[in-house]
């Protein structure tokens, strides 16, 4: 029996219950005890004492998120970042050359099906090909949507401005062609995912790379392997849907937007509360309700950042063949301040691409084992189509908007931000007004004191690289509203990486606990939704982050030792395309 709504309304509703009782706990908790101070929002220069900075008390509520987030610093996230980025003195970190390694070596392997199935790709997303006794739960497109909207996110935002900004407009170029080297690698993996899906107890679909490890290698003889690399890649895709897929994706797109939105500021357990909500709706429906609302948000949102992002760019046409021009030659150039020379550059190029697209890490093929088809390989050829518009399209779209607006530049000055004034206070007993434009030099004898009046130069300061950046660039266009295009694409990309990311996370979930389990997976997924608006813990999310790279190593591993089988479907379906019988198949 399947799960329905009526089965998971009562619990989700319950929790949704308490988390609300929660967030307003918390948010009396977090009120200041003045509540003039909580409700001022001009600051009289006269007024402001001149007392010596100190450092803001601790709230007691936090000791021990502190404590386990300190925890994880010392004894999780170091030793992998230390494993995942070591470079064995070439300069190139490991995880970074395995994944440039899969996406070379498959796009040979396949004989460059990244060029050959481009068009093919698009008439079978289109629906030219659909046949409906094809076998699945979802149509090509929604597949296509739902793990595009895993992967087109904050990243397309904020970090394209990170990598531009610490590796200079070299690193767009590198991000340009890894995603073309990724096409090969999510062909690749989905079309395992399609070979070798199954059904559960409850007649869904189970895929991905927890059932193509297992299954593809026990043909080989490889059983043991295979179930170490299964279990291994479930747990870590567990662990990765609760933080990078869920609570970074809320306190991410709730940073971004609170510097606008003064409410969220006192109350962000509003934010959380309202996202768990949604989050909860759509995933209450499994993979075709995850689908539909994918199919609707993802085209919507990518218009819109899209649409915006070329008037910027109409509106410098003149420069774009120079922004080319420097893109390109900046890719073999060192830059500045960057470690490393011309070979820095490639590497925040190549970790971005691979951070933002996924190829390798196989949470793509979970998505794409549900579409409907009788033809594997054809559902392998639509996922090569995802590295195409998150990296090639959107990523690139985002590095032209900051190389031809100049906001990469950290000499830029920001004349008409309104964010430019804020408070600043020195050693001495004066208050001083400072008009801050531009970047701000770490060496002067200056210290912020973050508080209701001066807090807009810390977040001047601290999100210049990343998202900020990035809005900087869309309302130097000359309409501040573009800045609000820019908040909608932020938290609708946070919430449809969610929504995503759910699916893949209960997916490995069942596959390790069985479906009566699922419904709690759920439960500790909304819950975690809400979390991310409350709890700042940068070591466990950014554990959460090296969960996601470490699912590229068993799952690449397998790929690689499957890459026969792969390229065995693939010439038996081309033959059939070339010959014209595919559409009689299908």
């Known amino acids: ?17 308490m988390l609300c009782f929660t967030g307003m706990v918390i948010g009396q908790d977090d009120l200041p005890a003045d509540p003039a101070a909580a409700t001022a929002t001009e600051v009289d220069i006269e007024t402001i004492a001149a007392e010596p900075a100190t450092d803001p008390p601790v709230s007691k509520k936090a000791a021990w998120v502190v404590a386990v987030d300190t925890w994880f610093g010392e004894h999780l996230v170091g030793p992998l970042a230390t494993l995942f980025f070591y470079d064995f ?18 796009t040979l392997r396949m004989m460059f099906i990244n060029i050959r199935g481009f068009w093919h790709a698009i008439r079978l997303t289109r629906g030219d090909y659909d046949d409906p006794a094809d076998v699945g739960e979802v149509s090509h497109f929604q597949a296509l949507a739902t793990a595009l909207s895993a992967t087109v996110g904050l990243g397309n935002i904020g970090g394209v401005a990170v990598a531009i900004g610490l590796g200079g407009p070299g690193a767009a170029f590198w991000i340009f062609v890894v995603g073309f080297l990724g096409m090969s690698t999510k062909f690749a993996e989905c079309t395992l995912g399609q070979l070798y899906r199954t059904n559960d107890s409850d007649g869904h679909t189970l895929g991905g790379p927890m059932r193509y ?53 006192s109350y962000p357990w509003v934010y959380g509360l309202v996202m768990a909500m949604a989050v909860g709706v759509v995933i209450i429906g499994g993979i075709q309700s995850i689908g539909r609302v994918a199919s609707k948000i993802v085209p919507l949102m ?6 915006a992002a070329l008037w910027i760019l109409f509106q410098n046409v003149s420069a774009l063949p120079d922004a080319f021009a420097l893109i390109v030659s900046s890719a073999f150039e060192p830059y500045a301040p960057l470690a490393g020379g011309a070979m820095g550059v490639l590497v925040i190029g190549i970790q971005r691409a691979a951070f933002s697209n996924e190829a390798g890490v196989g949470s793509a093929a979970i998505a794409h084992s549900a579409a409907k088809t009788n033809e594997p390989v054809s559902e392998g050829i639509v996922a090569l189509l ?55 030099d770490p060496d002067q004898p200056l210290e912020t004191q973050v508080d209701a009046a001066r807090a807009r130069l810390a977040h001047m ?22 800045g609000y295009i820019l908040f909608a694409a932020v938290v609708l990309f946070a919430f449809s990486t969610c929504i995503s990311w759910s699916y893949y996370g209960e997916r490995c979930w069942v596959g390790l606990f069985g ?50 089988v792969v390229k065995r479907a693939l010439d038996k379906y081309w033959q059939k395309y070339r010959c014209g019988s595919l559409e009689r198949i299908l």
């Open 89 to 106: 003195g070439t300069g190139v970190p490991f995880v970074v050359a395995w994944l440039l390694v899969a996406g070379i070596f498959l």
């Open 302 to 307: 990518c218009f819109a950042y899209f649409a």
């Open 1 to 17: 029996m399947s799960l329905t709504y009526s089965r998971l309304r009562l619990p989700i509703t319950t929790l949704l219950l």
């Open 213 to 265: 490890l297992k299954a593809g290698l026990a043909e080989m003889r490889l059983g043991w392997l295979g179930m170490l690399l299964s279990t291994v890649f479930a747990i870590l895709c567990i662990g990765a849907s609760f933080g990078g897929g869920n609570a970074y994706q809320v306190s991410q797109s709730l940073s971004a937007i609170k510097t606008d939105v003064v409410f969220l500021q």
């Open 461 to 482: 300061v601290e999100h210049k690289e990343g998202a900020g950046m990035t809005l900087i660039a869309f309302r130097s266009s000359g309409f501040h509203w573009f």
């Open 515 to 564: 479906t009566r389990s699922s419904v709690l997976y759920k439960l500790l997924f909304v819950s975690f939704t809400f979390l991310g608006s409350i709890v700042t813990a940068n070591n466990i999310l950014e554990f959460s982050d090296l969960m996601i790279l470490g699912m590229s190593l068993p799952n690449l591993l397998g790929v690689f030792l499957l890459s026969g």
């Open 386 to 440: 995802e590295p195409f518009i998150d990296t090639m399209v959107v990523c690139m779209v985002t590095a032209l908007v900051l190389v031809v607006s100049g906001t990469y530049n950290p000499r830029i000055q920001d004349a008409d931000s309104p964010d430019r004034f804020a408070f600043v206070e020195t050693h001495s007993p004066e208050t001083v007004v400072a008009s801050v434009m531009g970047s701000v």
